[in-house]
């Protein structure tokens, strides 16, 4: 995420918890003192969100200094010290909570990414990737954190690839239209996508010369005829229901991409605390 648009996004989130300052800290921690923090993962965690991590720091005091323990995308036991924030004090308690939020919110999406990519058979094309259900300001960070737990990025946005959806269809007039049409006026290098959720939409979209179908929903026999059907003329996604107990068997069948929305849009927080002592 280019810094500008990083440092925009954690100066709104700072302002949430210090547009009225620090009063407790104020109160009790004198402005000079000095302190050192640690970042300790307690649980097992695939670590993501290093960078917001620090910059939160640095955008509350330059002065702080982060040091990152492990390296990013690491998978790391319960008790693992993640980073080591040094710096004034006040500074170290009120960056504490957003910093945390960033990091256990990415790094619990990494971590469910990891689940599903750990089931997918060794030797397998299967790739596990996200969708655009993403939290309204944080994608970019959070499809990192994708990343860092082995998966891939779908579309960025609407803008950076063909993929029409059942509403399109439903607007275009049916599949064979849709791809059609959208076939005529894609560049030469835009693969057109489309999203089917019965056996006769993929005979159309197949006929229309689809070159990536997402197969939605579908129950195994219908997934598994699919499959039979489009006998490699097309790449083949499969969404809908995804769960880590069915990912051995789509990449048995052939399936070359699954999307699970279910990484961003469900993946819980990791449990990171920060444990803070005064430097001597």
């Known amino acids: 995420m280019l810094s500008p648009l990083l440092d925009a996004l954690i100066d709104q989130a700072l302002a949430e918890d210090l547009g009225a300052g620090d009063v407790t800290s104020e109160a009790l921690v004198p402005e000079d003192t000095r302190a050192v923090a640690r970042a300790i993962a307690t649980q097992p965690l695939v670590v993501a969100g290093s960078d917001a991590f ?3 720091f640095y ?7 982060v040091e990152s323990l492990v390296v990013e995308g690491a998978h790391v036991a319960a008790g693992t010290a993640l980073w080591r ?4 004090a ?3 308690l009120a960056a504490e909570r957003t910093a945390l939020n960033f990091a256990q919110r990415l790094s619990g999406i990494a971590t ?6 750990a089931a997918i058979p060794s030797g397998s094309k299967l790739r596990i990737i996200d969708t655009r259900k993403t939290t309204p300001g944080l994608r970019a960070l959070e499809r990192a954190a994708v990343r860092s737990g082995g998966g891939h990025n779908h579309r960025d946005n609407l803008g950076t690839a063909i993929l029409i959806k059942d509403n399109h269809v439903a607007l275009a007039g049916g599949v064979t239209a849709a791809v059609t049409t959208a076939r005529d006026r894609a560049t030469h290098i835009t693969r057109v996508e489309v999203e089917v959720d019965t056996l006769e939409q993929l005979d159309e979209a197949l006929a229309a010369r689809a070159e990536v179908v997402l197969l939605d929903n579908f129950t195994q026999a219908a997934l598994e005829e699919a499959v039979r059907r489009i006998a490699g003329r097309a790449l083949i996604e499969v969404s809908g229901g995804i769960t880590v107990e069915r990912i051995a068997e789509l990449a048995r069948l ?3 991409v699954v999307s699970v929305g279910a990484i961003t849009h469900s993946a819980g927080s990791a449990d990171i605390s920060l444990e803070i002592e005064p430097l001597a």
């Open 59 to 65: 955008r509350v005091d330059p002065g702080v200094r």
């Open 112 to 117: 469910l990414t990891a689940r599903f990519v």
């Open 90 to 92: 006040r500074a170290l």
């Open 85 to 88: 924030v040094e710096g004034r």
């Open 54 to 56: 620090a910059r939160v």
């Open 254 to 256: 052939g399936v070359d």
